[in-house]
């Protein structure tokens, strides 16, 4: 089955630490996204990427990193830069024609203590 | 600027009819988007508009006015599985996804 996935669904993690989240897509989607939602809110994007070896910094992307080696994978690096990273981050995945529906993982919860 | 208002929280009873709406303020216009989002889950999707009109989908409807940049997603016969948030999302002129703060819909028995 086609889909995206997020490992692991929980994450926790010591102030200070770098932490990565992993996110593999296999519907062929050439653009991939990173999304950061706080309790109540709505999504905001940190990075995306539409198309290999090239990403774009979105509203927030301070305190993060990425990379986009392979068209099937996306992996965010929350830094120690990053101020407040306890978070629901998701990542989603899209073609890249005017349509532009996006496909979400489940999600994984960051925990910052 | 770009933004998207939703009304942050609504309230309605099993089996009834609520509407969701969201205005919107963007830089281009190419669709908006309605998801739904249980607690602690990834958005999925519900409907797409590009067009002025109602689209219909079963129970869900969504209809667009681009001119009163003005959007509303119908829900009818209401089930406590409905119980989620509702995100409005618009796609502007670099095709890039502009979201709603999202409603937060709450059905009662």
């Known amino acids: 089955d086609g889909g995206i996935t997020q490992s692991p669904k929980y994450l926790f993690r010591k102030e200070g630490q770098n932490v990565t989240l992993s996110c593999e897509q296999n519907?062929?989607?050439?653009?991939m996204y990173w999304y950061r939602q706080d309790p109540g809110q709505g999504l905001r994007l940190i990075y995306y990427s539409q198309i290999v070896n090239d990403f774009q910094k979105g509203d927030i992307a301070e305190g993060y990193s990425v990379s986009r080696e392979k068209k099937e994978s996306f992996p965010l690096t929350v830094t120690s830069a990053q101020k407040n990273p306890t978070a629901f981050y998701l990542c989603?995945?899209?073609?890249?024609?005017?349509?532009?529906?996006?496909?979400f993982g489940p999600g994984t919860r960051l925990t910052v203590l | 600027g770009q933004n998207i208002d939703q009304p942050t929280e609504m309230t309605a009873t099993e089996g009834a009819i609520v509407q969701i709406n969201c205005t919107y303020q963007t830089s281009g216009f190419n669709g908006l988007f309605w998801y739904q989002q249980h607690a602690g889950e990834a958005p999925t999707f519900l409907s797409y508009?590009?067009l002025d009109g109602l689209e219909e989908k079963g129970r869900f409807s969504s209809f667009l006015s681009r001119s009163k940049g003005y959007s509303y997603l119908l829900l009818k016969e209401l089930q406590m599985k409905d119980s989620a948030s509702y995100l409005c999302?618009?796609?502007?002129?670099?095709?890039?996804?502009?979201w709603g703060a999202g409603t937060k819909l709450i059905i009662k028995p």
């Open positions: 989603a995945s899209s073609t890249t024609t005017d349509y532009n529906e996006q496909f």
């Open positions: 519907l062929n989607h050439d653009a």
């Open positions: 508009n590009v």
């Open positions: 999302a618009v796609v502007d002129s670099n095709y890039q996804l502009i």
